[in-house]
């Protein structure tokens, strides 16, 4: 499995540093943060440090649906022409519009070099029996159209709330209906998305890795994959693992939390008070992340926390810049995908089970030596992750 | 059938029909062996409901036989039953109302006898029987129609080269209405092959060529090993419907590991209970088979 750059605010130098390190394989820009008029110059910088790599711009057009919320933060969006105000209605009684829309962001991706185009849609927020979820069908049917008048390949966008992945009926008929629609999308840019991106302590999000959705999660990946169809995970991050053994060709992750972890309230301004976030580490065999600060304590405790990995070197007795913490982040990452099995998802299901399994082990030393801390959290973290395994296996009939 | 007719009386309700014989009977259709002309044909028979009650029903059966026949004229595929000379026509014999028309008359035995006879098919057998159920699947698909009642029953197997296996029957299959278990005219023979989607009460936004795929799926298993996959032995209704909806099968491999394995799993994928993890491409499932030949 591939692993990409979730790109967001404050890029500064880690993705250049991140390709010239080969961490990297490829870059999904954020539109609200890439300026039309600088995108083509920062592509082609990228360009010429790694000539394959793969660069794509999500347009982002589901925070349409706020627009006109004062608290909006919607940044360059609006600069990027395709972009206006989301009203369902308006789409019913206008159909040519999702045409126009379609077109005109792939246009625009086009004109600034992106290597591979990802074609706009709607947020489903709730449900896959929806007016959203009828409309993003219907931005899909029209992204496959307009991908075979182009020669650069097309991505769908699918992007939905991780409530709309609770019903197993209406996924599966979701998925059936895609996968035998006549002309199917070559690929598809898959986000599943949070009601609250915020932090939790090193962990992914429960909202996210609940089994349900982490097993829905990984159907989707899989039901399309056999069917031909290209799955790049946006803010995938620790889940990019799972997803790229049930058949997903990219996850992505990226140096902010809500860059790891999708959620539509990015692009509304928050009242909280907001301390910058603290520095962490992530550790494979713990499959968590940990305090920078607290990482020689850890390391002291149970060794094997360490990665052993060229960019542990940054936190030796200090915390690492943003731009090696995220280094360290992608590093650790591509080494955890190839430690399972991404052809054989027999195989690859065996491989998290041990990964998640050691990570258990290793909690369970640090518990010894009295290190409690958040201690529910990762025993329920943990066993969802299991548990989803078997979900998962149930779903795709394995 | 209700009401299956005289012979005798059938005869002199069809002029160009000069000598007829009753092969069979089933569902809603008679089958019987007809001398049209010079040739002999297969003609079928079926019963209408009197006008005064279930005027739907009557107008469905009547509308089914027609697309049926229209697919038949339609559709060019040499392993689709042919139309014979007599297209869809109504009669009335006594008080009972009956519409009729002839299919060409295939030499040979429907692919279940075959089964019941014991036997298991080889790899050569069985990937004719693929290919020709595909191709089948392929162009009614093109024309927008599904089949829909692909099983051993509606399977001949003949002695000619060229069309080892025909596939028949249409007409059962276009419109399963409601799926309800105690469906007029449905047997359990048939529910035996309808992959889970069928059961559904939402079953006509659900339907497409996968489902044929599926039946295929199962069909190729029993000749493979001779038994069905999810019922292997008789059950009532209810049994049936669950075991097709919950039941996973066992492996192809493990009944008939002389079988190449690549062709194991392609059964075993067709008969995936969730549509999108069976084959969404059949000219791409025909290519694999046709290397394996």
């Known amino acids: 499995m591939k692993l990409f750059a979730q790109h967001g605010y404050g890029k500064s130098d880690k993705i250049e540093s991140g390709l010239e390190e080969g961490l990297i394989d490829g870059v999904i820009f954020e539109a609200r943060y890439l300026h039309p008029d600088k995108a083509k110059d920062e592509i082609g910088c990228l360009q010429e440090i790694d000539e394959t790599v793969e660069l794509m711009i999500d347009p982002e057009y589901y925070a349409s649906a706020v627009i006109d919320s004062p608290n909006a933060q919607l940044g360059y969006l609006e600069d990027w022409g395709y972009f206006s105000p989301l009203r369902i209605i308006e789409f019913v009684t206008n159909p040519t519009r999702v045409d126009k829309i379609v077109h005109s962001s792939l246009d625009i991706q086009e004109d600034v070099g992106a290597t591979t185009l990802i074609a706009p849609s709607v947020y489903i927020s709730q449900s896959l029996d929806s007016m959203e979820s009828a409309l993003a069908l219907s931005f899909l049917r029209k992204a496959v159209s307009a991908s075979e008048k182009r020669s650069k390949k097309v991505l769908s966008t699918l992007s939905l709330n991780r409530d709309a992945l609770l019903n197993s009926k209406q996924l599966i008929e979701f998925v059936d209906a895609l996968t035998?629609?006549?002309?199917?999308?070559?690929?598809?840019?898959?986000?599943?998305?949070?009601?609250?991106?915020?932090?939790?302590?090193?962990?992914?999000?429960?909202?996210?890795?609940?089994?349900?959705?982490?097993?829905?999660?990984?159907?989707?990946?899989?039901?399309?994959?056999?069917?031909?169809?290209?799955?790049?995970?946006?803010f995938s991050d620790l889940l990019s693992p799972f997803l790229g053994v049930a058949g997903g060709d990219a996850g992505a992750t990226g140096w902010w939390s809500n860059l790891?972890?999708?959620?539509?309230?990015?692009?509304?301004?928050?009242?909280?008070?907001?301390?910058?976030?603290?520095?962490?580490?992530?550790?494979?065999?713990?499959?968590?992340?940990?305090?920078?600060?607290?990482?020689?304590?850890?390391v002291a405790l149970r060794p094997e926390i360490a990665n052993q990995l060229p960019h542990d070197r940054d936190y030796e007795e200090r915390e690492p810049d943003r731009t090696s913490e995220m280094l360290q982040t992608w590093e650790a990452l591509a080494k955890l995908l190839e430690s399972v099995d991404c052809k054989d998802v027999t195989q690859g299901i065996r491989d998290l089970s041990n990964i998640i399994e050691t990570a258990h082990k290793t909690w369970a030393g640090l518990r010894e030596r009295e290190f409690t801390q958040g201690q529910e959290s990762v025993d329920e973290y943990l066993e969802q992750l299991e548990y989803s395994l078997d979900e998962f296996q149930e779903m795709a009939e394995l | 059938m209700e009401n299956v007719p005289d012979t005798q009386k059938l005869i002199e309700s069809i002029s160009e029909v000069s000598a007829l014989e009753f092969k069979n009977e089933g569902g809603f259709k008679a089958v019987y062996t007809a001398t049209i002309g010079e040739k002999k044909e297969a003609l079928k028979l079926v019963y209408l409901p009197p006008k005064s009650d279930t005027e739907d029903k009557r107008s469905q059966l009547i509308a089914r036989l027609k697309r049926e026949s229209n697919v038949l004229k339609l559709c060019s595929n040499p392993h689709l039953v042919k139309l014979g000379a007599l297209l869809p026509r109504e009669i009335q014999i006594g008080e009972c109302n009956y519409i009729f028309y002839s299919e060409e008359l295939l030499p040979g035995r429907d692919l279940k006898s075959v089964i019941n006879d014991g036997k298991k098919?080889?790899?050569?057998?069985?990937?004719?029987?693929?290919?020709?159920?595909?191709?089948?699947?392929?162009?009614?698909?093109?024309?927008?129609?599904?089949?829909?009642?692909?099983?051993?029953?509606?399977?001949?197997?003949?002695?000619?080269?060229?069309?080892?296996?025909?596939?028949?029957?249409?007409?059962?299959?276009?419109?399963?209405?409601?799926?309800?278990?105690?469906?007029?005219?449905?047997?359990?023979?048939?529910?035996?092959?309808?992959?889970?989607?069928?059961?559904?009460?939402?079953?006509?936004?659900?339907?497409?060529?996968?489902?044929?795929?599926?039946?295929?799926?199962?069909?190729?298993f029993e000749y493979a090993t001779g038994i069905h996959p999810l019922v292997?032995?008789?059950?009532?209704?209810?049994?049936?419907?669950?075991?097709?909806?919950?039941?996973?099968?066992?492996?192809?491999?493990?009944?008939?590991d002389d079988l190449p394995l690549q062709f194991c799993r392609f059964v075993d994928r067709c008969m995936r209970k969730k549509p999108a993890l069976r084959y969404a491409e059949v000219d791409e499932i025909i290519n694999q088979l046709e290397e394996m030949l």
């Not at chain 1, 070559?186 to 009601?195: F, P």
Request: glycine content about 6%; proline content about 5%.
């Open chain 1, 180 to 234: 035998g629609m006549s002309k199917r999308p070559s690929g598809v840019y898959l986000t599943v998305g949070v009601n609250s991106s915020s932090g939790n302590n090193g962990l992914p999000s429960p909202e996210i890795f609940d089994l349900k959705v982490l097993a829905a999660w990984m159907y989707l990946n899989y039901a399309l994959s056999i069917n031909g169809i290209r799955v790049i995970n946006g």
């Open chain 2, 121 to 220: 098919a080889d790899i050569a057998e069985l990937l004719q029987l693929a290919l020709t159920c595909l191709s089948v699947i392929r162009d009614l698909w093109g024309m927008g129609y599904v089949h829909r009642d692909i099983k051993p029953a509606n399977i001949i197997c003949t002695d000619d080269p060229e069309r080892l296996f025909v596939l028949l029957d249409l007409g059962i299959a276009f419109k399963i209405h409601g799926t309800q278990l105690t469906d007029h005219g449905q047997t359990i023979g048939t529910r035996l092959y309808m992959p889970p989607e069928l059961f559904s009460p939402d079953y006509k936004k659900l339907i497409d060529f996968r489902s044929d795929i599926y039946s295929l799926g199962v069909t190729l």
């Open chain 2, 232 to 256: 292997p032995r008789p059950q009532n209704d209810f049994s049936t419907v669950y075991q097709i909806i919950t039941k996973q099968p066992d492996k192809l491999e493990n009944l008939r």
């Open chain 1, 260 to 298: 790891q972890c999708f959620s539509i309230d990015r692009y509304i301004r928050s009242e909280d008070i907001r301390r910058r976030p603290l520095r962490r580490y992530l550790s494979m065999k713990l499959m968590a992340r940990i305090n920078a600060r607290d990482m020689d304590a850890f």
